[in-house]
């Protein structure tokens, strides 16, 4: 295509956008607030799946052991668990360790600890890892027949849970999704519609002379590129300021929570929204020309 | 250059605007399509540049095949043919030069071709000193001149043009005959739809008189041959 021809297309476009004001805002405005619903569920659903898989690949079995009992006995609980099936590690954590990493995890908050005093309310206990996901049950189980242990814990249901509302939130985005492509399909295609209905007469002069379809529709395809575009960054720039607000707060208050980090996430999830938005755009003014102007 | 066997054209509502009609217009030929209202001259026009296609028959425009012509070939078929109507059908907010240059700039004609082909055309039509000017501020005679300056622009084989006088005074339409003759004398053809007594009569061209959808008379040096 000649670089006159593209500056042509895209001074038609902007025209068009400029006389049709209003409805340029509304459609722009439209494909905005789907995107950044459209985002705002991605990121959600990504989010969760990226916890449910983190919390996945550290399940380990916490074996909390009883008070009273002597090292000769601890000793023996942790070869009895190294004899589990699936078991392919075993680590003992005395009561004074375990205290210290709360500290740690704590992070800012630590000092809800003093209340303690000098007293340490946390167990000695073993920390086990199993070799897949779902011997993580059985081998549990196993563990807490043992003599001389208090109780067995693991993370599985939480992890379960996670992954129903990963489900769950992906269903309702998805479907809430499809509705606000199709709004915004529908308001694009009609603002498109409006700017072919104002330039009938022109578009009439071209075909007559010899116009092909392509080079009439091109300025349109345009101006309908540019609304979805224009509302991709909006509901981008939009997305970026929350999801760093949220994770922020989140960083302080919620020390355990594991987010995706905004880089290069964001990237990709920016990439993906334009594109997503461009490509309505597109399709809706070619939905309008072909229903109106049979180009 | 068009030739045309058997073509009747049956619109979708069932009305018969034309029915068997065979002609031959060679190239450099001038001719008028006559007749009274409602006998299908219009369908005649429409038909040459694909606006409509014929129901059946067979018809050729420029070597193509235009009742078989994939829609994509359509704009190179017109780019055959210089268009103009009875209503001109310029872009108001464009000056003349501009209205005239649009049909260059859509075929992506290169801009200094297009600087000197429309000079050229409007100089053919007597309008160069209105260039600047906007259709609005001309008169309807000068609206018809811009109008022909554009079907000639991309230097068509044959000019097509349906009720060109329809809108003007006598010796308005008397200049506009003026430039066709001229623009046929450089070697187009003309094809010219009318029910204009006076312009056919003073021309003394090909008269083919179409009533009720057939070929009435098909006559050189002809007459209008109605009361008007
Ligand atoms: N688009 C159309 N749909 C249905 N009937 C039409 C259409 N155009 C023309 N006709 C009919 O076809 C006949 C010929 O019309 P037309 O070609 O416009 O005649 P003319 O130009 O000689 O007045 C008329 O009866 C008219 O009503
Ligand atoms: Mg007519």
């Known amino acids: ?295 | 250059m068009i030739h045309m066997a058997g073509v009747s054209k049956i619109y979708s509502n069932g009305s018969v605007a034309l029915s068997d009609i065979s002609v031959a217009i060679d190239k450099g030929d001038f001719v008028f399509i006559v007749g009274p209202s409602g006998a299908g001259k219009s369908t005649f026009i429409k038909l040459l540049f694909r606006e409509e296609l014929p129901t059946s028959g067979e018809l050729y425009v420029n070597g193509r095949n235009v009742a078989e012509l994939e829609p994509s070939e359509v704009p190179y078929l017109r780019r055959g043919l210089g268009i103009v109507f009875q209503d001109f059908r310029l872009l108001p907010n464009k000056t003349v030069y501009e209205n005239v240059a649009f049909a260059m700039e859509v075929i992506e004609s290169p801009r200094r071709e297009i600087q000197k082909r429309v000079h050229h055309v409007l100089d053919l039509v007597g309008l160069r000193h209105k260039a600047r000017n906007y259709p609005g501020h001309l008169s309807g005679g000068e609206q018809q001149r811009v109008a022909i300056a554009r079907a000639i622009v991309n230097n068509p084989t044959v000019v097509i043009a349906d009720e060109p006088t329809g809108n003007l005074d006598p010796d308005t339409s008397w200049e506009i005959m003026k430039i066709f003759e001229r623009i046929n004398k450089a070697g187009t053809t003309m094809v010219m739809a009318t029910h204009d007594k006076m312009v056919v009569d003073g021309m003394k061209r090909r008269v083919i008189a179409i009533e009720q959808g057939r070929i009435a008379r098909d006559q050189e040096g002809g007459q209008y041959g109605y009361e008007s």
């Open chain 1, 1 to 295: 295509m000649k670089v006159r021809t593209t500056e042509y297309f895209i001074r038609e476009a902007f025209s068009s956008l400029r006389h049709n004001g209003l409805m340029s805002i509304a459609s722009v405005s439209t494909v905005a607030l789907s995107l950044l619903i459209l985002g705002m569920f991605l990121i959600m659903v990504l989010n969760l799946n990226h916890m449910a898989s983190t919390l996945e690949s550290q399940v380990q079995i916490s074996v909390y052991l009883q008070d009273n009992l002597k090292d000769q006995e601890i000793r023996e609980v942790g070869t009895r668990i190294t004899k589990i099936p699936g078991v392919v590690q075993v680590t003992f954590v005395d009561k004074d360790q375990a205290l210290a990493r709360f500290k740690q995890r704590l992070g800012e908050q630590q000092g809800l600890l003093a209340v303690l005093g000098d007293t340490n309310p946390l167990p000695n206990a073993f920390e086990v890892k199993v070799d897949k996901p779902e011997r993580v049950k059985p081998a549990a189980q196993a563990v807490a027949q043992l003599k001389g242990v208090e109780n067995a814990r693991f993370g599985q249901e939480i992890i379960e849970q996670l992954f129903t509302l990963t489900k769950m939130v992906r269903l309702i985005g998805l479907a809430l999704i499809v509705f606000l492509a199709l709004a915004a399909l529908f308001i694009i295609s009609n603002t498109i519609r409006i700017t072919v209905f104002a330039r009938r007469k022109e578009i009439g002069i071209m075909k007559y002379v010899g116009a092909t379809d392509a080079f009439i529709r091109w300025p349109f395809l345009i101006e309908g590129m540019i609304l979805g575009f224009s509302g991709a960054v909006i509901a981008v720039v939009l997305l970026i300021e929350a999801y760093t607000l949220l994770t922020g707060q989140i960083y302080q208050k919620l020390v355990f929570l594991p987010l995706i980090p905004k880089y290069p996430f964001l990237t990709y999830v920016s990439i993906l929204l334009i594109v997503a938005g461009t490509v309505i755009g597109a399709l809706g003014s070619t939905i309008s020309l072909k229903r109106f102007m049979k180009v």
